[in-house]
């Protein structure tokens, strides 16, 4: 058998073993986070919540991870779907829980979107990584909880969102805001003692 018949066969196992465990209070919840994170609406919210509650270290922590979720959209979204143009997955036994979409299927544009949003900002600010990372990984699985995608390519996902957001924090624009926020430290007038 070929390496990829073997996938195919790996990518169907899961997805059985992922229908199995469907419960109404299970699906209710991957759907709510997987259309949560929709046009990365999820990612854009917490970006906001961090530069306007946040110092400069989280406001730049939001900053690389819409950075990499930019690379990854574009890595996932163009290049990547027209080349290889995988259908979804379809089975009449087990309907998708969410309307399918008119996309290819690989990869998952959602996973790339959370793991490199996760990505870029906890290599920014690492306390946020016990709350970032498992919500990318709720995200990855909804996808294929709901039928929308193969495990390769929520796999696929995760390796374009990680790259990018290991890509966003050697990008220009962050290197920009890293040294602006230095410089503003150096210039700003030190505080007085209570």
Known sequence: MTVL?????LDRRLMRRSFGARSPALDRSLVAVTRAANYSRLWLLIAGALAVFGGGQRRRAAGRGLIAI????AVANGP???LVRRRRPSSRSRPTLIRTPRSTSFPSG???AAFAFA???CTELPVLAPVLVPL????????????????SDVAAG?????????????SPLGITISARSRARARHSPPRALP
């Open 110 to 112: 959602h996973t790339a």
């Open 80 to 82: 990547a779907k027209l």
């Open 5 to 9: 018949g073997r996938l195919q066969r």
């Open 136 to 151: 990318a990984g709720a995200v990855a699985y909804s996808r294929v909880h709901t039928g929308v995608h193969y495990p």
């Open 119 to 121: 990505t870029g900002a």
């Open 158 to 170: 995760i390796g374009i969102g990680i790259g990018s957001g290991l890509l966003s924090s050697r």
């Open 70 to 73: 930019a690379i990854a959209a």
